[in-house]
């Protein structure tokens, strides 16, 4: 056998392609701009579909990013499922309902939580300082993704007491968010 005369190519690791989908690069993103990364990333399914699975016990959820400025997470909700209040620490944040529906509410001092409800092909943004929380809406099993900027790596947990006493529990972000028990 004769010595080839070629020169090994240095091969590199082909990219992810979630890092192919559109976005800002090199910083961290804002809320319209996470809300239009999520967009672009629910109009490419064939990235995230074959990730797709529910569990009427719990929701699922896996990572589909993360880098140092975004992490994207898929997440499938059935039945009564609710992350219960809860902010996102330092983390500005975008969902996209891509099948079945949601509902966020935004904790309000003065009166009962606001509340939205999204369907497919829907899209909403939070700051860090926004305190709400999402649950599964209607029938159907529902399928979000979610973007957080910069990467999500804690979460608060709120629960109100029998005397109306707001009170924050750290949770980690790889924890499930529920509902906090009332304290008696």
Do not use: N
């Amino acid at each position: 056998m004769r010595p080839s005369s070629l020169t090994p190519v240095a091969r590199t690791k082909t990219p992810e392609p979630l890092t192919w989908v559109p976005r800002p690069r090199g910083r961290d993103l804002s809320g319209p701009e996470l809300q239009a990364f999520v967009g672009e990333l629910a109009d490419r399914p064939e990235l995230w579909i074959h990730l797709v699975k529910h569990d009427s016990s719990q929701r699922l959820y896996e990572e589909l990013l993360s880098d140092d400025h975004v992490t994207a997470w898929l997440i499938c909700w059935m039945d009564d499922q609710d992350t219960g209040f809860h902010d996102h620490d330092v983390s500005s944040g975008a969902v996209a309902v891509v099948s079945g529906a949601v509902r966020e509410q935004r904790l309000r001092i003065d009166g009962p939580p606001h509340d939205r409800a999204f369907a497919a092909g829907q899209t909403f943004h939070f700051s860090p300082a926004d305190i709400h929380r999402v649950l599964h809406a209607g029938s159907a099993p529902a399928v979000t993704l979610h973007v957080y900027s910069p990467p999500l790596a804690r979460m608060g947990a709120y629960v109100i007491d029998e005397q109306g006493v707001l009170a924050r529990h750290p949770v980690a972000s790889s924890e499930e968010l529920r509902p906090l028990e009332r304290a008696g």
